[in-house]
């Protein structure tokens, strides 16, 4: 018999097997020779362990009658709390986009969150959205936000404070001034120099009003000029210092017997040495202005929800050079007031601008750390706060002692005094004798 013929006569045997078994199932085959469909229902289950296994809730019979072949125990079911998905990964929210998982179909990826300064304001984003430079995005990072613009206003309590010392200091020089031109006469004012002296409280007064520049909205007309005022203003003051220091020492130098110096003792050397200490000075800033000028900008990557507004100083360089320059202008004055710091007392002016620059450089080396470790307004804040203190420095240790000797101790303001403990101090020197044409007292009677 050959394979077919077996086959053809196994297959009707099997169609031919009908019987139960012992526990009442019924085995038969169809014309086709397939056994009945008989499964069981099962369901996923969390068992005491913490497991998961199956547990069979139904049965289903293709060899039972119609309407009996699904037989379900509703009761022992457990169903999931949880909405069942149709992808493998829940959708992304808000603030962040959809990652694709290398090697896993384009329904299953990651969620992430959106880089800084970049929102997603919709669910499954392929890409995140750059804001504009002036928003930020809020704390969700689904919308941008209008950014605040930070400069050193008159409007806040600050830049009012600062305005208000800026006015109120500028009138100390201006009361000087009118001191010593209402007392010109006296000794301890023509002792001191009296026009320089005028001079360099004009400059003062200056000095102190240049901090006002500082303050408000910008421009960039101020901008551009705010620095170069102050730069202007400082290197006046600082020149009519070193000139007033250069007078002491030709003073006491040109009463030596023989000396060459006499020729000096007037005031065109004095006027010389400023105006040329100035137009050094003007010929950086017009340098500055003329190839990299100051400008407003706007700084958006130090704070994130604040623009600050400020002066971008064009070139920092030129900004440095202006700023050494007066240091340098101030060392000089120190130095050479430092060495003649011990000539005749009621005379000699030079410790008091020993003292007075001293303090001048002290402020301007603090300020560079202070400037670089601050942004926006509390960096101008505290340029304003060195242009006072440095400003006042100069007021207190130069012209504090002489207005309250001329207003409080009128009596050491005479003649007889002045001269007394110059001749009496500078005697002890046999080679040095001192004239009122070199002191620039007056013959009083």
């Known amino acids: 018999m050959s394979g077919f013929e077996n086959a ?8 031919t097997v009908d019987f139960e078994t012992k526990d009442n199932t019924h085995i038969f085959f169809d014309d086709k020779g397939d056994p009945p469909a008989l499964y069981d229902i099962v369901n996923w289950q969390l068992s005491s362990t913490g497991s998961m296994e199956q547990k069979i809730v139904g049965s289903y019979d293709s060899s039972s009658l119609e309407g009996n072949q699904m037989k379900m125990n509703n009761a022992a079911i457990i169903w999931s709390t949880k909405n069942p998905q149709s992808k493998c990964s829940p959708s992304c929210p808000l603030g962040s986009r959809k ?7 384009t329904c299953c990826f990651d969620c992430v969150q959106c880089p800084t300064g970049e929102i997603a304001n919709e669910t499954d984003a392929v890409e995140c959205q750059k804001c504009p430079w002036d928003t930020w995005p809020n704390t969700q990072q689904d919308m941008c936000l209008r950014r605040t613009i930070e400069f050193l206003s008159y409007d806040e309590a600050m830049g009012i404070s600062l305005a208000a010392l800026s006015i109120v200091s500028s009138l100390i020089p201006l009361g000087a001034l009118g001191i010593f031109i209402r007392y010109n006469t006296t000794p301890v ?16 007064f200056f000095c102190f009003l240049s901090s006002l520049a500082f303050i408000g909205y910008p421009h960039p007309e101020k901008c551009l000029l705010r620095q170069v005022a102050f730069g202007l203003a400082f ?33 065109k050397l004095s006027f010389s040495v400023i105006v040329i200490c100035v137009l050094i000075q003007i010929s950086v800033c017009v340098t500055w202005l003329s190839y990299s000028p100051p400008f407003p900008e706007y700084d958006t990557q130090t704070l994130s929800m604040v623009l600050i507004l400020n002066c971008n100083e064009g070139s920092p360089f030129a900004f440095w050079v202006m700023l050494g320059y007066l240091g340098l202008l101030a060392t000089v004055s120190f130095i050479v007031a430092f060495l003649v710091r011990r000539l005749p007392d009621s005379f000699n002016e ?14 301007w080396i603090s300020f560079i750390p202070a400037t670089l470790s601050s942004h926006g307004k509390y960096t101008v804040a505290m340029e304003i706060f060195a242009i006072l203190s440095s400003s006042w420095a100069v007021v207190v240790c130069i ?6 000797i001329i207003l409080f101790r009128p009596h050491l303001n005479v003649r007889q005094n002045l001269m007394r ?14 004239t009122p044409a070199a002191l620039d007292v007056p013959e009083l009677s």
């Open 8 to 15: 053809t006569f196994l297959l009707h045997y099997i169609k």
């Open 99 to 105: 990652a694709t998982i290398p090697g896993k179909p």
């Open 189 to 204: 004012v023509r002792a001191n120099n009296w026009s320089l002296s005028c001079l360099l409280l004009v400059a003062l």
């Open 235 to 267: 290197t006046l003051t600082i020149s009519c210092v070193l000139a007033k220091t250069i007078t002491v020492v030709i003073a006491f130098k040109a009463t030596k017997p023989g000396t060459s110096l006499q020729r000096w003792t007037g005031g």
């Open 350 to 363: 030079a410790k008091y601008i020993t003292f007075s620059m001293l303090a001048f450089l002290c402020v």
């Open 399 to 404: 012209f504090l002692p002489k207005c309250f």
């Open 421 to 434: 403990k110059e001749f009496g101090q500078v005697s002890r020197s046999p080679t040095v004798a001192l």
